[in-house]
């Protein structure tokens, strides 16, 4: 790939992957166009650009996933390069064809890559041949329902049934037994067939007590790759992260050894270039498998800048302007460790549903070790026509401790008004005794959250508080009774919202 320094870079998304992107373009000299719709036109990121342009209406399939309007402002402006964030189009690649005929780089990796990555069916057959460990499973799309009885009686059940396009846990089932098959079958081609338009469904192993660890790749257009370690992402809602961090607590140097390296050879598998995320399930006895690879940049990539020292948007940046990697594996090491939560206008007590509304209060926390990537401001309203999160929050600490302990603080210190957030989820989680430990896997949310502990009416913190008033009146006429030991944790004035 021939060398072509950027000297414009317009960035296809918006909100707070937008501005941090902006940001780095902006110390590296590049000029930035922001593409608004009209619910974003007083947004922060619009105006942190040196040039803007709205192109369209609230809805993003009628502005943000418009390729024709995005290409045309390339054109009109200029443009050398188009950084497409995460979500919308960062992994389309007919964005990536069109951008291309019009002789603007795409900041990410090409077409073929996204194509095959994108399908899981074809992303297993293409990492099968260089040895990366894989689910049981079947090898295509089940045809129907007795082919997908005779595969799960062959690995055994539970089975996990699974939409081949697509993410987010649509067309996702987890089926227990043969009598739930049918229906679980039916309702997962449905929904993958209404979410992406494609309704063919894999079937694999159902991994129990899974962890979902996924290893950080970059690779530039001269050959070399390299792991940036892995981030465990397994604190999740509806099969969507909310809390991650790195490193993960649980690998040992050996394992992050084989897993990284899997991690390269599945970026080999279709000569990945740029920024990639390989994902992969580590079972109970510490065996992992790959799942998927994210052919774009990671929400939860502000932690692994944070122990490696990196600057991600930078680095693919510069691959895309036909540079090489500025390290090799050997030079990279783990500094410390880092945790992000994302603070979502969602209520936690109420089934984790959007809360929209503006924001009376906005008043991000700081201090050492905080980092906060959001796009909003006091005042704001958050729209209903994209995903409600407001803001990521970053601590960095030496150690696992400092950083939880960092983060509680943050949280703390973070005053949102006018809406529900994820926070109070969040908080109970960093005190949470599995946590802590870093003994928990993606059942988290399922084994160890109750609404009820964020509202003070928490029967296991009831019956402790009256076992000690019982105990407070029997002392008035004879021994006191002891009470019994209650966890600790932050109290219940600052797990409301304020």
């Known amino acids: 790939m021939a060398k072509k320094k950027i000297k414009k870079l317009l960035v296809a998304n918006r909100g707070e992957i937008a501005l941090r992107v ?3 373009a902006r110390e590296m000299g590049i000029s930035t166009v922001a593409v608004y719709s009209e619910a974003d036109r007083h947004a922060p990121f619009v105006r942190f650009a040196d040039e803007a342009v709205c192109i369209g209406p ?11 309007k995005l290409v045309q402002v390339c054109m009109d402006l200029q443009v050398d390069a188009v950084h497409p964030g995460y979500g919308f189009l960062s992994e389309n690649g007919a964005f990536a064809q069109a951008l291309e005929k019009a002789g603007v780089i795409f900041v990410g990796p090409t077409p073929h890559a996204m194509k095959v990555m994108g399908d899981k069916l074809a992303a297993k057959e293409a990492v099968k041949a260089f ?19 005779k595969v799960a009686r062959t ?29 679980s079958l039916e309702r997962a081609i449905s929904e993958a067939q209404n979410a992406f338009g494609d309704g063919s469904v894999f079937i694999e192993k159902y991994v129990a007590g899974p962890r979902h660890i996924e290893v950080q790749v970059m690779a530039d257009t001269h050959g070399n790759v390299c792991y940036l370690f892995e981030r465990e992402c397994s604190v999740q809602r ?30 080999k598998s279709v000569d990945y270039v740029g920024a990639g995320t390989v994902e992969f399930l580590l079972d109970e006895q510490r065996n992992f498998y790959f799942m998927e690879m994210n052919t774009r940049l990671q929400v939860e990539h502000p932690v692994t800048e944070m122990i490696t020292g990196l600057d991600l948007v930078k680095l693919q940046i510069r691959v895309a ?27 936690p007590a109420n089934n984790f549903l959007p809360d929209i509304g503006t924001l009376t209060t906005y008043r991000p926390p700081q201090g050492p070790g905080v980092r906060v990537d959001d796009g909003f401001e006091e005042g704001m309203t958050i729209p209903i026509h994209y995903d409600p999160m407001i803001a990521k929050l970053i601590t960095h600490g030496a150690t696992r401790e400092e950083a939880i302990a960092r983060m509680e603080r943050a949280i703390d210190d973070y005053a949102i008004g006018g809406v529900e957030t994820t926070l109070p989820f969040c908080r109970f989680t960093m005190g949470h005794e599995a946590f802590r430990k870093g003994a928990y896997d993606t059942h988290f949310v399922r084994d160890h959250f109750r609404p009820e502990v964020l509202d003070g009416s928490d029967p296991v913190e009831e019956q402790a508080a009256a076992a000690i008033a019982a105990g407070i009146l029997e002392g008035r006429s004879g021994p006191a009774m002891a009470a019994p030991a209650v966890a600790q944790g932050p109290s219940l004035w600052k797990l409301r919202r304020r």
Do not use: C, W
């Open 22 to 24: 902006m940001r780095s």
């Open 58 to 68: 609230a809805p993003s399939k009628e502005s943000y996933l418009v390729i024709d």
């Open 131 to 149: 040895g990366v460990p894989l689910v049981p499973g079947t090898e295509g799309a089940v045809s129907g329902l007795e082919e997908a009885m």
């Open 155 to 183: 690995i055994t059940f539970p089975i996990l049934i699974k939409a081949a396009a697509g993410g987010g846990g649509k067309g996702m089932r987890v089926v227990n037994a043969e009598p739930e098959l049918k229906e």
């Open 238 to 267: 509806r099969h969507q992260k909310v809390v991650e961090e790195a490193p993960s607590a649980v690998l040992t140097p050996e394992l992050r050894k084989r897993m990284g390296e899997a991690a390269v050879a599945v970026a």
């Open 321 to 347: 302007e036909g540079e090489k990697l500025p390290f090799a594996q050997s030079d990279l090491a783990i500094n410390g460790h880092a945790i992000e939560i994302r603070v979502y206008a969602e209520d």
